[in-house]
């Protein structure tokens, strides 16, 4: 059976089945509900019906530990401390890192949530959110209905469209949210914040060029997931915390705000795995460098709008107007 090198801080990049064997109730999952790159996993989870194939624990949003993230993010000593979380359900452990040593004693890296765990090799399959997003929703067809095993998130006529979407999504927006909001001075959030906004303006053109109502059109794909991770913590988190503030989806953004609407209200794995108590208070009462009297705000009311419109020719196409944005957002588009 695999097992990870040692004393590394690389991480795990096992998949199933091509190096461990899908079987039900063999594998774990410890995820945050707080974390987008877990969300994806969590969402995936729910969409494809593998929440009684592999079961979950939850650590709790906060507090992460000091500047260097240690001692990392904890379980609640019972189930009713925090409400969402869960103890360590597989072997009781109140640190995540304690998860991560017991695959690898010398593990150098950081104790990150998503982590797939394998009971029965006792070690960790894999902890990265992108390669499980990529090969989880297919591991389990076996074991699961026709009807959920014929959901596929990267299909073999749109990989191409799905590899270029995600070759500026992922660095512009999904972590380009993270770049603005930890940058350590003006010129360095000034610089980061524009790439989030250029990559805004595009997407809300692409989505309305498809018709929606999933960001290539009729059919769900991975892009939906990474970006619906990120999306739904836009308004809530990302444009006060993060100072990602040249605009909001639900003002500026029609055509993206339709499309989050349609996700959270008409998925129900969207909505079963977003919970905006965890996402709020993660942010604003874990980085205190960012927040320091982790004052969590109450808004923005409400957490999602309601009232998806069916018919997307009826939107406008909205977006940022900043020059900087343009600018980026026409750079984009030359690529």
């Not at 942010?283 to 004052?295: C, E, L, M, R, V």
Request: proline fraction near 7%; glycine fraction near 8%.
């Amino acid at each position: 059976m695999p097992h990870h090198e040692p004393s590394t801080a690389d991480g795990w990049h096992g998949s199933i089945p091509d190096s461990f064997p899908a079987e039900p109730d063999r594998y774990h999952l410890y995820i945050g509900l707080f974390c987008p790159f877990a969300h994806r996993v969590n969402f995936v989870r729910h969409l494809k019906g593998l929440t009684e194939l592999i079961d979950l624990s939850v650590v709790m949003p906060y507090p992460k530990g000091d500047s260097k993230g240690w001692p990392g993010w904890r379980f609640p000593a019972s189930n009713d401390e925090y409400p969402g979380a869960t103890v360590d359900r597989l072997f009781g452990e109140d640190y995540l890192h304690k998860i991560y040593f017991k695959a690898d004693s010398g593990y150098k890296g950081r104790y990150s949530v998503p982590v797939l765990w394998d009971r029965k090799t006792g070690t960790i399959v894999c902890n990265e959110s992108l390669e499980l997003l990529r090969w989880l929703p297919n591991a389990f067809n076996d074991f699961i209905p026709s009807s959920l095993a014929s959901i596929d998130l990267y299909p073999e006529h749109l990989r191409t469209v799905i590899d270029g979407l995600h070759s500026w999504i992922l660095p512009h927006l999904c972590t380009g949210v993270y770049k603005a909001g930890f940058a350590s001075d003006q010129d360095q959030y000034n610089k980061n914040v524009i790439p989030v906004f250029g990559a805004l303006n595009k997407l809300e053109k692409i989505v309305f060029a498809n018709g929606g109502p999933f960001i290539l059109g009729y059919q769900m794909t991975e892009v939906d997931v990474t970006v619906y991770a990120t999306l739904v913590r836009f308004d809530t988190v990302y444009v006060q915390h993060f100072k990602c503030n040249l605009g909001t989806v639900r003002h500026d953004y029609p055509v993206l705000n339709n499309w989050l609407k349609a996700m959270y209200w008409d998925v129900p794995a969207a909505r079963e795995s977003t919970d905006f108590r965890h996402i709020k208070e993660n942010y604003t009462k874990s980085h205190y460098d960012i927040n320091p009297k982790a004052i969590t705000p109450l808004g923005p009311w409400p957490d999602v709008e309601e009232g998806v419109e069916r018919d997307w020719t009826k939107l406008t196409v909205g977006g940022v107007s900043h020059p900087a944005v343009l600018e980026f957002e026409k750079e984009l588009n030359e690529e």
